[in-house]
């Protein structure tokens, strides 16, 4: 997901601002996930970046099937009400914004090609595409 873009767009506004550079130097020394992108990040701070969304994600979802108790299915997103939206999009990292809905719907149809591509390919992986999918199998409580 491109959560780069607002950060960047926020840093090129407010850097022209006289002495904004002490305070992004300060971000960047003592809070460097919010400020840095993850292009920068180590192999270690992936994945505790991700070990963190997992556990969002899990605490969304837990949630969200205590409100849909008895129900075997999700009912469509427009027809939730809105702590179902705010979980469902919680559980995939997303804020409820204008659009979201058609981008959970396609992030939905990713993870299922990947899940039907995943046993066929999952020999050839490296070290960070396998704790990619460990983290996905976490959150399916296959692994």
Request: no cysteine.
């Amino acid at each position: 997901m491109p959560v780069e873009g607002p950060k960047m767009a926020v840093v090129t506004a407010l850097l022209p601002v006289p002495l904004s550079v002490y305070v992004f130097a300060f971000a960047v020394i003592f809070f460097p996930r919010i400020v840095l992108t993850r292009h920068f990040w180590s192999d270690e701070q992936r994945r505790e970046y991700f070990q963190l969304e997992v556990t969002k994600a899990l605490i969304s979802g837990e949630q969200l099937l205590k409100q849909m108790e008895g129900s075997k299915e999700l009912r469509p997103l427009d027809k939730m009400d809105s702590s179902e939206v705010l979980l469902a999009h919680g559980m995939h990292s997303m804020y409820p914004l204008p659009g979201s809905q058609k981008r959970i719907e396609k992030r939905m149809d990713a993870l299922r090609a990947l899940d039907n591509l995943l046993p066929g390919t999952i020999d050839g992986f490296n070290e960070r595409q396998l704790v990619f999918v460990r983290i996905f199998g976490f959150l399916e409580g296959n692994l």
